[in-house]
Structure formats: structure tokens, C-alpha cells
């Protein structure tokens, strides 16, 4: 009988500390997977293989008791930064990439951070370094995700265990990190619109750098990007737009179509439709045509399109017709496919934008490691992973809102969802396979998201639309004056509200209840458990003469309970008190009246009692509740986790037009502070922010006059 031991994928050998043997990396009968945080432990799975599907018992590792050796990177160690590139040879470049994957896959281990999107990119990012000449040239991506073999290139790799960890390497490009990064990555689609900016600039001023800039499959989804590349065809600017294109769809049906084949004929196709000779033949013949005149550049340009929408794929005369010269596709693994089209295409002046088509595939592993049989199946976009433990039987509020959304749409049939967004949480599929008609992923197209809600709703259904804090910011405009100045039904979901952990202020949602609290027909709510949640959604649901939305946070559920009642409309804008004392009052604003109540804890064994209450309803405010707690107490506190100008504010009007601050009530106000907090655990955040548990109780210790107990409490 064979002996079994774990197969590896990734950049590592691992050992046992101790008395423990050793483990060999090969294989002998059976693979073992050690699942990344976000994936279920300790259960029974199945695990689908080539060879059919296998029960399969998950255990969790004690990490500690592993010590990781590294492949080997021999020619990743000599680079220090991009220069280094400029002397290896195509030999030494195809063992730079795989040195590359190696170290990409051992941080992702190490860090339990996705790290595939950029595994994708590693031959793109070196022939990027190995042909212009950055910093002086400018680099600039759509996708932090995608940036990471960049940021190993460009003097960060020492840092890379510390990504997207306090005071650590951020999740995106950022300008205060290096010189190499010549504009910050967000949410995507903005690197074209900057990029021609730098463009422009740098014509204006009569210098001579390179501009690049790299999109992906996802960004081409957002209008900013057409709008961009209509203004770069127009102003003919010489720029370069590279289109990474992984093949990812919005819809999985389309994912069965046969994909575009790169051959050899192909390959010299794109290598002389990207020369030199061809490209300055090509613009000789456009001048002569419009010298001969009678039509002839009218004719010859329709034969030109013609000829080159044949040879290329489906939808490549799009980008001609904004006025981009179109090269590809390339294979994007081709080290040296790559860096030929790129150095004609950079050898070139005054020609204009031009767009080179990349295919990448984001399932490359280094070639001198062994195949795992077994595939990572956490998906990149976002990393809720720090935002909860790693058991998997812990549910998330999105997990809680799917359910009751469910619940909801089996009873009422007009109930429809549409999301958008980057990426999208796991549980969101439940709902898109129960109701595949009605359901509707838009990508990053927050704007059309919004207005095709509202058509939607003016059609006789009720859409909820699913969006994250900070990408719903994008659609504001359409927020007000296709939903909100009509008052069309939309039901806004607003998702990963507040802190983001490793996201940090790229994807923070700290300024949803502000812009969405100053539209005078919307209603906005935030639960601040999940029964609260379930109940938030029956609400919106009953709701169909004006806008409503409702916000909840990335992580774990509060109470865990295995069983969901069906969920009780509220009475809008009615608030609740859930403790009763006379000391102090905490009034808590979605997920934060958990925290009120912590401190409440705090706070009731220093003898200090507490009224915690929850107020449900930023708009409508309810004023009875608030009223209540100003007569019945001195000393009044708001908590929220958002931006100065949300439900505090809301409640300061009221307080002040109300008379209440002109008696015995004091009121503090705890926010979100006026800065952007970078990125760190949640835990890290929040102390951050000063919107702990402890931080509250120091807040009211400081107003009741105890100044002492408030510093040791915080010590």
C-alpha cells in the first residue's frame, strides 16, 4: 500500500518542526489540500477532479507548526529594479517569470492573500519593464489585484508579506508608496482618463516619456473608459492601451465559446501589423488618399477596417472606430511575442493612441514546480477574508441578505436584483441560480445599474440593486435624478459599508449615509443585527411610493443563529431602545449599536448605567426616540461608522431646531475621523477610528467628569 503525502502548488516545501518527519512534495496515491482562510474546515466536501468527484474531510493546520523553504529564485534575486531587466537574455526572462510565480505563490500562502489576477500578468509586467524605460516612462493599471509582479519588480519585493496589512504594501498602485506608480488604482477604468491627462501634459510641455496603460476585462465594462478612449482618438495623442484580457465574463454561458487561437500565422500577423514599415505605409497611403480626394480616403478607409476586422477577433474595429490603432490579439505569456509588439509600438512617434490586445490565462503556475490536481478556488476582487475567522460555518451579513432576499422573491415575483460592482460575493450566486431570469450582473456599470433599476421599477417590478459603498458613489448622479427627483421605488442595497479592512480607503464605504441622507425622498435605514437585516429587507420590499436604501458591513454575523425567521416589516423611521439606564445615553446607527453595547458592558461594571438604543432610520429621523432620550438623560452620544455629515448630523438638526441643546444635554458626535484610514485589519480600524467599544465608553467616562478611569480604560 503507498504512502501518502501533500502535493503543493505553490512557490514552498514545507517541513514539520520537531520530532515530526519530514514531508516529500510527490505524490503517491492520494492529493491533500490545505484550504486557504474563507474555505470550510472540519466538514465533509466534495471535491470535483478529473477523475470524478471525491469525499473529502477538511482539517485545519496548525500553520506554526510548518516551516516554509522557497523554491529557489535565482534570477529574481539579481533585480533590484526594472534596470536589471534591460541585459537578460530571452532565456533568463521565461526563468524570471517563473522565478516570479514561485515568489507570487509563496506570499499567497504565507499571506492568505488572492493573488491570481496577478499570476496572470507576470510575462506582461516584465516585458512592460524590459521595454520602457519607468519611472520615466509612465505605467499605469486599472487593477490593483494585477500590480503585484510589478511591485516585486519595482523595489517592493522585501515588502510584500506586509501586503495590504497595516503600515504594509497597499492592494493598489499608490503615488506615496514609489515613484513607479504615477497614479493610484481603485475601483479601475480610470487609467486610460489619467493616462491621456499625462499624455497631453507631456506633449504640452514638450517632453518626450512614454505613456501605458493597462485595462482588463472588468474595466471595459465602465463608460469612464470609452469616454476616455473617444477623447485620446480625438486628440490623437500618442499613447499605448493594453487590454488584458483573461477571458472573464459577466455571463457563464458565454464562457463555452471557443476562444480566439494565437498560432504562429497569427503571431506574424500581429508582428507586422505592429511594424515599423506597415504602420508608416499605412499612414503614407492615408495622406495620398486625401491628396486624390473624390472619396478615395472614404473608400479606402472602409477597406482598411474591412481587411483588419478580418483578421482580427469579434469586436476589434470598436476601438478603431474611437479612434485607437488596434494590434492583437498577443499571447500575453509570450515573453518574446510581447516585447517585439511592444518595442515597435513604443519605437514609433506621432502615430497616435494605440490598443494591443493581450490574452492571459490566471491559472499559470511556475514550471519547476509540481501540478496540484486541486485548483484555489478563492476569488480575487476583494478580500473579505480578514473581515471574519476562517470557519467556515460562520455566515456573513451577505450571506443573512441573500436568504431573506430569497424568502422574499419566492413569495413575490416582481422582486428582481441587480448588481454591480468588482466582483461579487459568493452568496449572490444562490439567488442568480434559484432565479436566473431575475437576476441582472452589470459589471462596472454602477451608472446604468441604477437607471436600469429604475426602469425597472417603472416597469411594475421591484428591483433591489446591489451595490458596494464606494462603487455606488461612481452612479450618484443617477442616484438623484433618475431615482430620488421621481420618486421611483429603487431599492438601493449598499454593501461593504464602512471599514474594509485590507481594502482600505479604496473601497471604504464612509460616505453613503451622507450622500444618501440629503436626498429629500429617499429613506435610509442600516440594520444593526442580522434579524434586523431580514427585517430591513421585508421593508424595502412593502415599500413602493419613493427610494429607499439600507447598508450593512463586510464580516460575521452578531448572534449566529443557525435558523432565519421570515422578516417583519418596520414601521418607518421608528427607532428602538434596547437597554435601559439613566446615566448616559448611547444612540448607535447600524452595525455600530453593537459596539454601544460593549461598552455598555464597560461602562456598567464601573456602575455607570446605560441606555443603549438603536436608531434604525437615519431619514426619517425618529424624532419621539431622540426626544425621549435628550428629557430622560444629560449626556447624549451618536455613534456611526461614517463620515461627518451622516446620521450624527441628522441629529444634531434636529436636537438644535428642537430646543434640546439649549438645556441640561450635552451631545458628542463619534465618526469616522476626516482622514482616509489606510489599510489593516478590521480590529485595526476600528481602534483607528476610535469607534471601539473602549473608545465609547472613554467618550462618555470623559463627559460624566472621569477623565482618569477613561485613560486606563484605553490603556
Same mark, same amino acid.
Given at each position: 500500500m503507498g504512502t501518502a503525502s501533500p502535493q503543493y502548488s505553490f512557490g514552498i516545501s514545507p517541513h514539520f518542526q520537531g520530532n515530526s518527519a519530514q514531508i516529500s512534495p510527490k505524490l503517491d496515491s492520494l492529493s491533500v489540500h490545505f484550504p486557504l482562510r474563507g474555505e470550510i474546515f472540519g466538514s465533509t466536501t466534495s471535491s470535483c477532479t478529473s477523475k470524478g468527484c471525491v469525499g473529502r474531510i477538511y482539517s485545519l493546520p496548525n500553520f506554526d507548526e510548518f516551516s516554509w523553504e522557497k523554491v529557489p529564485t535565482p534570477i529574481l534575486d539579481t533585480i533590484e529594479n526594472p534596470m536589471h531587466l534591460k541585459n537578460l537574455s530571452p532565456k533568463e526572462l521565461k526563468q524570471l517569470a517563473d522565478d516570479i510565480r514561485s515568489e507570487l505563490s509563496f506570499i499567497m500562502l504565507k499571506t492568505q492573500k488572492p493573488l491570481k489576477a496577478s499570476l496572470a500578468t507576470v510575462e506582461l509586467t516584465i516585458a512592460l519593464h524590459y521595454v520602457f524605460h519607468a519611472p520615466m516612462d509612465k505605467i499605469l493599471w486599472d487593477v490593483g489585484a494585477q500590480t503585484y509582479a510589478h511591485k516585486i519588480?519595482?523595489?517592493?519585493?522585501?515588502? *510584500?508579506?506586509?501586503? /495590504?496589512?497595516? $503600515?504594509? &504594501?497597499?492592494?493598489?498602485?499608490?503615488?506615496?508608496?514609489?515613484?513607479?506608480?504615477?497614479?493610484?488604482? !481603485?475601483?479601475?477604468?480610470?487609467? &486610460?482618463?489619467?493616462?491621456?491627462?499625462? !499624455?497631453?501634459a507631456?506633449?504640452?510641455? !514638450?517632453? /518626450? =516619456?512614454?505613456? &501605458?496603460?493597462?485595462?482588463?476585462?472588468?474595466?471595459? *465594462? %465602465?463608460?469612464?473608459?470609452?469616454? !476616455?478612449?473617444?477623447?485620446?482618438?480625438?486628440?490623437?495623442? =500618442?499613447?499605448?492601451?493594453?487590454?488584458? =484580457?483573461?477571458?472573464?465574463?459577466?455571463?457563464p454561458k458565454i464562457h463555452g465559446t471557443p476562444n480566439e487561437q494565437i498560432n504562429a500565422l497569427s503571431s506574424t500577423l500581429i508582428k507586422l501589423q505592429s511594424s515599423k514599415f506597415f504602420r508608416r505605409f499605412r499612414e503614407s497611403l492615408k495622406g495620398l488618399t486625401k491628396r486624390i480626394g473624390r472619396g478615395m480616403y472614404e473608400w479606402a478607409a472602409k477597406v482598411d477596417e474591412y481587411a483588419r476586422g478580418m483578421i482580427g477577433p469579434p469586436g476589434s474595429t470598436l476601438f478603431e472606430e474611437l479612434g485607437l490603432y488596434y494590434i492583437g490579439p498577443v499571447d500575453g505569456h509570450n515573453i518574446e511575442d510581447l516585447i517585439c509588439v511592444l518595442h515597435e509600438v513604443a519605437s514609433l512617434d506621432s502615430t497616435g493612441p494605440v490598443l494591443v490586445h493581450v490574452i492571459t490565462k490566471e491559472d499559470q503556475e511556475p514550471q519547476n514546480l509540481q501540478q496540484s490536481d486541486i485548483s484555489n478556488k478563492q476569488e480575487e476582487g476583494s478580500s473579505k477574508s480578514d473581515s471574519f475567522s476562517s470557519s467556515g460555518s460562520q455566515q456573513t451579513y451577505g450571506d443573512h441578505f441573500v436568504e431573506a432576499l430569497?424568502?422574499?422573491?419566492? /413569495? $413575490?415575483? =416582481?422582486?428582481? %436584483?441587480?448588481? %454591480?460592482?468588482?466582483?461579487?460575493?459568493?452568496?449572490?450566486?444562490?439567488? /442568480?441560480e434559484k432565479f436566473p431570469d431575475r437576476f441582472f450582473e452589470v459589471g462596472m456599470a454602477e451608472q446604468h445599474a441604477v437607471t436600469f433599476s429604475a426602469g425597472l421599477a417603472c416597469g411594475g417590478l421591484k428591483p433591489f440593486c446591489i451595490i458596494p459603498s464606494a462603487f455606488l458613489q461612481r452612479a450618484y448622479d443617477q442616484v438623484v435624478h433618475d431615482v430620488d427627483r421621481q420618486k421611483i421605488p429603487v431599492r438601493f442595497v449598499i454593501t461593504s459599508a464602512g471599514l474594509v479592512g485590507s481594502d482600505g480607503p479604496a473601497q471604504c464605504g464612509a460616505f453613503d449615509v451622507a450622500f444618501m441622507s440629503c436626498l429629500p425622498n429617499m429613506i435610509v435605514m442600516a440594520p444593526s443585527d442580522e434579524v434586523e437585516l431580514v427585517n430591513m429587507v421585508a421593508t424595502a420590499s412593502q415599500i413602493d411610493d419613493r427610494p429607499v436604501c439600507f447598508r450593512y458591513p463586510r464580516g460575521a454575523l452578531v448572534q449566529m443563529n443557525d435558523s432565519m425567521c421570515t422578516g417583519m416589516p418596520i414601521e418607518i423611521g421608528k427607532g428602538r431602545v434596547i437597554i435601559d439606564g439613566k446615566d448616559i445615553a448611547l444612540l448607535g446607527y447600524g452595525a455600530m449599536v453593537q459596539n454601544c453595547l460593549r461598552a455598555q458592558s464597560l461602562l456598567s461594571k464601573l456602575g455607570i448605567e446605560v441606555t443603549v438604543a438603536d436608531a434604525r432610520f437615519c431619514k426619517p429621523l425618529d424624532i419621539n426616540l431622540v426626544r425621549q432620550l435628550c428629557e430622560n438623560h444629560s449626556f447624549l452620544i451618536t455613534v456611526e461608522e461614517g463620515s461627518v455629515g451622516g446620521f450624527g448630523s441628522h441629529v444634531a438638526q434636529f436636537i438644535t431646531l428642537d430646543g434640546q441643546l439649549d438645556g441640561k444635554v450635552k451631545w458628542r458626535p463619534i465618526v469616522l475621523p476626516d482622514h482616509y484610514i489606510e489599510h489593516a485589519s478590521p480590529e485595526e480600524q476600528l481602534a483607528l477610528a476610535g469607534l471601539t467599544g473602549h473608545h465609547i465608553a472613554a467618550t462618555a467616562l470623559s463627559l460624566l467628569g472621569r477623565a482618569r478611569e477613561a485613560l486606563l480604560l484605553m490603556c
Open positions: 519588480l519595482t523595489g517592493r519585493r522585501s515588502l *510584500m508579506h506586509t501586503l /495590504r496589512e497595516k $503600515d504594509g &504594501v497597499s492592494g493598489n498602485t499608490s503615488r506615496f508608496e514609489s515613484e513607479f506608480d504615477p497614479f493610484g488604482s !481603485a475601483h479601475g477604468c480610470n487609467s &486610460v482618463s489619467a493616462g491621456l491627462g499625462l !499624455a497631453v507631456r506633449d504640452i510641455k !514638450a517632453k /518626450r =516619456d512614454r505613456v &501605458v496603460t493597462v485595462i482588463s476585462n472588468g474595466t471595459t *465594462m %465602465a463608460g469612464q473608459l470609452y469616454e !476616455a478612449m473617444s477623447n485620446a482618438g480625438y486628440l490623437d495623442s =500618442d499613447m499605448i492601451v493594453i487590454l488584458n =484580457d483573461s477571458r472573464h465574463s459577466l455571463h430569497i424568502m422574499e422573491a419566492e /413569495r $413575490d415575483k =416582481d422582486i428582481v %436584483a441587480v448588481h %454591480a460592482g468588482m466582483g461579487m460575493e459568493k452568496s449572490l450566486h444562490l439567488f /442568480r
